[in-house]
């Protein structure tokens, strides 16, 4: 399993972090892979990695999941020296999801699909339900 220690103000992202180290495969530690954090006012992420150091500086937590998934990717496919920056071009993105006519989620379900989507950088979850109740009048 991949050790990671993250460095800076992370109180913010204690129970993301939680969270995703069950299915992005990776525990916190002092002594795994330094990873320093920033949050910041831009809109968007900007992940860097060199000499087994990599940092994160991200706007909101769905860009801080895409950038952490962006880090983890590159470690385990050996790739030490690259940078990137993504900008966010619309506030809201993401999926709605049906839920009529026996399309029930069941509870687990729901967050494991939260959490991808935050991985990819989605901001926004919806249910729809239409059709499925009358209303009086």
């Given at each position: 399993m991949?050790?990671?220690?993250?460095?800076?103000?992370?109180?913010?992202?204690n129970d993301c972090?939680?969270?995703?180290?069950?299915?992005?495969?990776?525990?916190?530690?002092?002594e795994g892979t330094r990873i320093s954090v920033k949050k910041d006012q831009i809109k968007g992420l900007?992940?860097?990695?060199?000499?087994g150091k990599y940092s994160i500086t991200y706007g909101t937590i769905p860009e801080f999941c895409r950038a952490l998934a962006i880090i983890i990717h590159k470690i385990?496919?050996?790739?030490?020296?690259?940078?990137?920056?993504?900008?966010?071009?619309?506030?809201?993105?993401?999926?709605m999801a049906d839920v009529s006519r026996n399309a029930v989620l069941k509870v687990e379900t729901t967050k494991d699909i939260i959490q991808r989507i935050a991985c990819m950088g989605m901001n926004t979850f919806m249910l729809?339900?239409?059709?499925?109740?009358?209303?009086d009048g």
């Open positions: 991949l050790k990671l220690n993250f460095t800076g103000n992370i109180e913010n992202l972090l939680f969270e995703l180290q069950k299915s992005m495969s990776f525990s916190i530690s002092t900007e992940v860097s990695g060199a000499d385990k496919n050996n790739e030490m020296g690259f940078s990137l920056k993504e900008k966010r071009k619309i506030e809201r993105s993401g999926i729809d339900m239409d059709d499925v109740y009358k209303i």
